[in-house]
């Protein structure tokens, strides 16, 4: 009778100790400090705690337009776009800049390629894939880059 | 043969038909007071119905335009002028004001029976109600943009180049006006597809 109690405990036990010895393997885990060259953009606060939001980029209500700063850039857009609805019903961006538009608007018309498909072929209206005007052009404020970079403007294809 | 009439109801008949010089102001004074109560209620009314609280009381408006116009210039913006509700859609001066109401008061219909009591609904309907709106304002040469954004005032040097453009030509000749331009600007747009220039 004795004897069976005691193998009946051996379960629970085990289970313990598998359970301590995990938590001792974690927390060392856990104790090996981070490499000391890697740290995220958003700084090296804890996860838990909330920075201080940078102060908000004020962007020009219109400027001329920038020069592109390196081969295949989406040109920026040198006004403000408040407010501009780019949604499945409309698209502020091309009551200006879509080819039919731009001349009575005196705006730059978008590029050809914009009516390409992804199959190659010109469509009649703005390709779907490129209908999202600022996945890809933005408009500037005065911000520094976040990372480095080894962006060169056209230029440098001439170089040896 | 004639009955004699009692004195009594000659002269009773005589009061009832002659009024009393005093009478007639009485009467005077009561249509006067009455007219006030009943003139000053119904403008009243007709103000308190012209009011965003009022406006945004039913939760058809409140949850959709209302919540959409609050990130536009027309709500906030860095001066903290602002337009409401009936800035824009009834007009200012009296007479089209009793037309509009009057028209709108067909709206109490469609909330009674539900015509956009859901997001669902509200956008089905959202292209029809749009260009109603876009129509009564190319109508009216976009009277309740004009009672504060005054041409006269506008200086074009001030303008962005392709604004001042369009400004100076199609809006001073009186060939476009406002809303021709500018839809969508305090409320999303419904599907655009077969509307000129989108």
């Known amino acids: 009778m004795k004897r069976r109690t005691v193998s009946l405990l051996w379960l629970p036990a085990s289970v313990a100790i598998v359970y301590l010895a995990s938590i001792a393997v974690l927390q060392g885990a856990d104790n090996q400090p981070p490499p000391e060259d890697v740290e995220s953009l958003r700084g090296s606060e804890p996860v838990g705690e909330v920075p201080a939001a940078p102060e908000l980029k004020k962007y ?17 857009i040198p006004h403000s776009i408040r407010g501009y609805e780019i949604t499945a019903n409309s698209n502020k961006c091309l009551t200006c800049h879509a080819l039919e538009n731009a001349k009575s608007a005196r705006a730059p018309g978008i590029g050809i390629s914009h009516y390409r498909g992804r ?42 | 043969m004639k009955l004699p009439i009692p004195e009594f ?11 009393l010089a005093l009478a007639l102001w009485i009467i005077l004074a009561f249509g006067f007071f009455a007219g006030i109560i009943f003139w000053g209620g119904f403008n009243t009314m007709m103000e308190m119905s012209n009011t965003e609280a009022f406006c945004t009381s039913c939760h058809e408006m409140r949850d959709n335009v209302f919540e959409e116009m609050k990130t536009t210039i027309h709500y906030s913006n860095r001066s903290g002028v602002r337009a409401s509700c009936p800035d824009c859609h009834v007009p200012h001066e009296w007479t089209h004001k009793i037309v509009r109401k009057v028209q709108a008061s067909k709206e109490l219909w469609g909330k009674i029976t539900g015509k956009i009591d859901t997001p669902r609904k509200f956008e089905e309907h959202r292209l029809q109600m749009a260009m109603r709106e876009w129509d009564r304002m190319k109508k009216n040469d976009s009277r309740e943009c004009r009672n504060c954004h005054n041409f006269d005032s506008m200086d074009f040097s001030l303008q962005s180049k392709r604004a001042a453009h369009m400004h100076s030509t199609a809006l001073a000749s009186g060939e476009l006006t406002c809303i021709d331009c500018h839809k969508g600007i305090a409320h999303k747009l419904p599907d655009m597809s077969g509307v000129p220039g989108w």
């Not at chain 1, 390709?127 to 403007?153: D, G, I, M």
């Not at chain 2, 000659?10 to 009832?16: A, E, G, I, M, V």
């Open chain 2, 9 to 19: 109801l000659k002269r009773y008949w005589h009061f009832l038909t002659r009024p």
């Open chain 1, 60 to 76: 020009p209500k219109e400027r001329v337009p920038m020069d592109l700063q390196y081969v295949g850039q989406p040109p920026l």
């Open chain 1, 119 to 160: 199959d190659g072929k010109i469509l009649a209206d703005v390709s779907p894939s490129r209908y999202f005007c600022t996945q890809c052009h933005v408009p500037q404020a005065n911000a520094k880059p976040l990372v480095p970079n080894t962006y060169e403007p056209v230029e440098s294809l001439k170089k040896p």
